[in-house]
């Protein structure tokens, strides 16, 4: 069983920045992020594979980066340029062989 721990959420205003973090109590494979917005289904933002290739979603690209390190099983996403429709909660997915598993979420509000 690998647990995810995140971290970094918070409140931001239009335009900012800020990054996530997640740690992984083991080895894992491919780890990323997803999000889920009030009334909305949870969606793709980003995952990064243990070769280093990336996924993003639509609403990502060319404002999100994803990195890993190996070393400390973590995962990264630096979100710049933040609007308030990136509002949601933020959840990290990580696979490890055939299992899947899923973080408790952080809460990021993008706001003025």
């Known amino acids: 069983q690998v647990q995810l721990v995140e971290s970094g959420g918070g409140l931001v205003r239009p335009g900012g920045s800020l990054t996530l973090s997640c740690a992984a109590s083991g080895s894992i494979t491919a780890m990323g992020w997803y999000r889920q917005a009030p009334g909305k289904e949870r969606e793709l933002v980003a995952m990064i594979t243990s070769a280093g290739r990336t996924n993003y979603g639509n609403d990502a690209k060319g404002r999100f980066t994803i990195s890993r390190d190996d070393a400390r099983n973590a995962v990264f996403l630096q979100m710049n340029s933040l609007k308030p429709e990136d509002t949601a909660v933020y959840y990290c997915?990580?696979?490890?062989?055939?299992?899947?598993?899923w973080g408790k979420g952080t809460l990021v509000t993008v706001s003025s």
């Open positions: 997915k990580a696979t490890a062989y055939a299992a899947t598993y």
